[in-house]
């Protein structure tokens, strides 16, 4: 008996082996049951991701384009047919939707807002040209 036998032996590798193959081929099989399950389509994100524009006359249309954006879609919201006082409701109520679904609202010019659900991603300020030019 030489020294790799003695050693095999020992560690008893040749049982060890075929014990280690089964438990192996379970965990490949979970892992890929894994992977399948986290894979996202990025042609599913894209085709759902539009954009609304909505030029309410009511404070009641308000709940019409929170539906959108708990849909998923960014809003264009232009409030130039409502009152101040109404305006300033309906901005106070997307503001609070938009933060319950983590997503942004911003102001783009005087009475219009981007508001847009958690995915979307709003870089850049646009407020900040008016600012500058009055």
Partial sequence: MGFKDKFKSFFD???NESIEEA???SYNKYEEKQSKDNVVSLKSIQNDS???LCEPSTYEESQDIADHIKKGKSVVVNLQRLDH???RRVVDFLGGTVYAL???IQKLGQQTFLCTPEHVNISGNISDLFDQNE
Wanted: proline share 7%.
């Fill in 13 to 15: 590798l040749e049982e």
């Fill in 23 to 25: 438990p192996k081929k």
């Fill in 50 to 52: 539009k954009m609304v």
């Fill in 85 to 87: 006082t109404n305006s």
């Fill in 102 to 104: 983590s997503g942004n």
